[in-house]
């Protein structure tokens, strides 16, 4: 062999070298994020939607404050047709004794993560979880949103465009292909993407920090000639007064609230800074408040999330038992080791929100501090906005450690009214309030809204906690009574657990 052959053969071996390490790298990436789990057959759960009539049931008011005792609720073709106090007057249609019993709008999570799991559209609904919004969409997504049509059983879905960032052309080219992202530079570039998005069916547009400020504001513009929400982060190169300038109508963290004052204040030093900023937090939270209501800007929650992360870094094995790890997509909570950094791994050798090891004794009691005041701030704002009646919507970034799609809202509900919300509050923001910025007929028990509600065998004014006591669940006019949303449940953990090589 002489050496130009010798040369060839390197060459040769090189691009088949590279050709084989992409086709690792992405079938590893489709992988975490849960596009290898088995995926529950849908067919056998084309339901029909009927004509019925829920008897004998007490009825939450559409303003949250209490149960109407004794109601009989009249549901045809996916609709509420009629709340009164006779029954027996609907003929030979289905009834449902709905005594001892208590109504409730189908809930809407305002910030969730599909991403490649589709067995997660019946999490949802097993949940009683009817209204979901996607905050990080893909085309599959509108995918299976459009297979509703073939009898799909599925939660009704809001979905924004994939995240934007500005990012250099390597690392926004990594970037989309690890995360993602789409990278917009300039104006020019925002406006082409943001007709793609329309073109697409993609309801919203989803900015993220790392967003420059041209592009922030072409967006903005772009968006609202096509009639586009804007929605997501605050990004780090805008003011607050930016938002307020905006088209943005929803801020996806109180987290990103919670940012923004953190950078105005500067680092947080011990126990002495971490009081300090928590009253600062308190005082510019109040201050804001008329600016968001004037702004007409609503704010996810994504509370509990935020709670857990100190959790996470001190004890993760206890959180991990706390939460119904049994359903979650194997693909994502098992990640893997070759993405050290940023990842959304849950289990301990992967979790993104466990500390270094070799942390001293100072160092430790240093990052409790920080992270616990972390969520104290974000607990501090949300009882501030809610009370000066800025619009708060349950959210919970379902899929990112460990909220488990469906489950994981019920938990959020709890934190919000540990952290001073009532029991009526949290409701609305779980139901009425973030269907009405979806513009939708849902999210209240009223004539002509949809037929999405949940059966409850305890009151859930009574404790926010009892909306798990689900005894059916409706779902455009769907009927899933308890055993058949522990069927759904099965389903989905069998077909997850095919895939599942760690079971804690
Ligand atoms: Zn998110």
Redesign the pocket.
């Known amino acids: 062999m002489n050496w130009k052959n010798i040369v060839k053969f390197f060459l040769i071996l090189l691009v088949f070298g590279i050709i084989l390490f992409v086709y690792l790298a992405n079938r590893d990436m489709d992988k975490i994020y849960g596009g290898h789990t088995k995926e529950v057959d849908y067919k056998p759960y084309d339901l029909p939607s009927l004509a019925f009539a829920i008897t004998n049931v007490n009825v939450l008011l559409p303003d949250g404050s209490k149960f109407i005792p004794n109601r009989t609720v009249h549901i045809n073709n996916g609709l509420i047709v009629s709340i009164d106090s006779i029954s027996n007057k609907f003929g030979d249609i289905k009834t449902i004794d709905g005594k001892g019993r208590f109504l409730i709008p189908g809930l809407i999570d305002s910030?969730v993560?599909l991403f490649k799991s589709p067995n997660d559209l019946l999490l949802y609904v097993a949940n009683g979880v009817t209204q979901i919004r996607e905050?990080?969409g893909e085309e599959n997504h509108l995918i299976w949103r459009r297979e509703i049509q073939e009898g799909r059983l599925e939660s009704n879905m809001y979905i924004a465009s994939p995240r934007l960032g500005s990012f250099g052309s390597l690392e926004g080219f990594f970037m989309e292909w690890s995360q993602g992202f789409n990278n917009i530079r300039n104006s020019e570039e925002a406006e082409e993407k943001v007709k793609s998005y329309k073109t697409k069916g993609y309801d919203a547009v989803k900015i993220y920090s790392y967003l420059n400020k041209e592009s922030y504001q072409a967006i903005n513009k772009t968006a609202e000639s096509l009639g586009m929400d804007v929605i997501g982060h605050i990004p780090w190169s805008l003011e607050l007064t930016d938002i307020w300038s905006s088209n943005q109508s929803e801020i996806?963290?109180l987290e990103e609230v919670m940012n923004v004052f953190r950078r105005e204040f500067g680092k947080i030093n011990g126990q002495e800074g971490a009081d300090k900023f928590l009253e600062y937090v308190n005082q510019r939270s109040k201050e804001i408040v008329k600016d968001l209501v004037m702004n007409d800007i609503s704010v996810t929650t994504?509370l509990w999330l935020v709670e857990s992360f100190v959790r996470q870094k001190f004890e993760l094995d206890n959180v991990l038992k706390e939460v119904a790890l049994e359903y979650e997509n194997p693909g994502i909570s098992e990640w893997t080791k070759n993405v050290p950094q940023g990842g959304l791994g849950w289990l301990p050798e992967v979790n993104r929100y466990q500390l270094p090891e070799n942390l001293t004794e100072k160092q430790l009691a240093e990052e409790k501090i920080f992270w616990t005041t972390y969520a104290k701030a974000c607990q501090i704002i949300l009882k501030n906005l809610s009370e000066g009646g800025v619009k708060i919507m349950a959210g919970t970034?379902a899929n990112?450690p460990p909220t488990v799609p469906g489950f994981s809202l019920h938990d959020e509900l709890i934190s919000l009214n540990q952290a001073g919300m009532s029991t009526s509050q949290v409701l609305l923001s779980a139901t009425s309030i973030p269907a009405e910025w979806l513009k939708i007929d849902a999210g209240k028990i009223m004539k002509g809204f949809q037929a999405n509600m949940i059966l409850l065998d305890k009151n859930p004014l009574e404790d926010i906690s009892n909306t798990q006591t689900i005894n059916m669940v409706i779902l455009n006019g769907k009927i899933l009574d308890r055993n058949l949303i522990d069927e759904l449940l099965a389903s989905v953990r069998n077909a997850n657990n095919l895939s599942r090589k760690i079971f804690c």
Do not use: A, M
Request: proline letters at 0%; zero cysteines.
């Open positions: 910030h993560h905050l990080i996806s963290h994504t970034d990112l």
